[in-house]
């Protein structure tokens, strides 16, 4: 099956910093990547996501990048704000009739007012 | 319009119980997925219907089982409870199967084993 690895587990960056978080996965069938925001006790919501014919995409001060050579794709959140605290997932899918999605462990991203 | 419902929020059972967990999905969506997240990791992957019928399943036991009704709302079912089986049940909607349908999660039922 699908390994989606991500990394930092924890981000700590100063108000106006970028963020940037990093996620692997194994199978080079995955074409489908969402990013997921969880704020404490709240429901995953998705902020953003990229399919594999697409390299990278921008949405305000939110973007992705996606390297299927490497199977590779990066978060990166422009000119953080305090509201942008809480933990970040990363996903993968493979359309394989269900399109379940696996997870990584999640980063943890604090922004220091 | 109304996010993905699920009820109930908490619930507290002992081992051995068995519980029902619901979930009403967005209105118009036809696809319903149900996630397992144990405090500190990513949504595990348990079960996806599209069309009253079991799409995918994960690497869950046998005792976890589910359906969709006709309404295209879902109940999961966890007999023979386990402490292990404490953990935020996720449920989450869109409108097909295919990867070009985004998937929109509801807050969770929190269960909690004794």
């Known amino acids: 099956g699908e390994n989606v690895e991500q990394h930092p587990s924890t981000l700590s960056v100063q108000e106006g910093d970028s963020a940037v978080i990093k996620c692997t996965y194994s199978?080079?069938?995955?074409?489908?990547f969402p990013w997921y925001k969880q704020e404490l006790g709240k429901r995953p919501q998705l902020i953003i996501d990229i399919r594999s014919n697409v390299g990278e995409k921008k949405d305000q001060r939110i973007a992705v990048t996606l390297n299927k050579t490497a199977k590779h794709f990066s978060l990166h959140i422009t000119e953080t704000q305090p509201e942008d605290s809480a933990v970040y997932f990363c996903?993968?899918?493979?359309?394989?009739?269900?399109?379940?999605?696996?997870f990584g462990t999640g980063t943890r991203l604090t922004v220091i007012p | 319009d109304a996010g993905v419902t699920q009820s109930p929020t908490h619930l507290i059972k002992t081992r051995g119980q068995h519980v029902t967990l619901r979930c009403s999905p967005i209105?118009?969506?036809?696809?319903v997925s149900w996630y397992q997240q144990v405090l500190g990791q990513g949504p595990q992957f348990i079960f996806q219907y599209y069309e009253k019928e079991e799409r995918g399943r994960g690497n869950f036991p046998d005792r976890f089982s589910a359906r969709q009704f006709p309404n295209y709302s879902s109940e999961l079912n966890v007999n023979a409870l386990l402490l292990g089986d404490s953990a935020l049940y996720l449920c989450a909607s869109s409108l097909g199967q295919g990867i070009n349908q985004p998937q929109h999660f509801g807050d969770g039922t929190r269960l909690s084993i004794l």
């Open positions: 199978d080079s069938a995955s074409n489908y």
């Open positions: 209105s118009g969506h036809k696809s």
């Open positions: 996903a993968a899918s493979i359309r394989t009739g269900a399109n379940n999605l696996f």
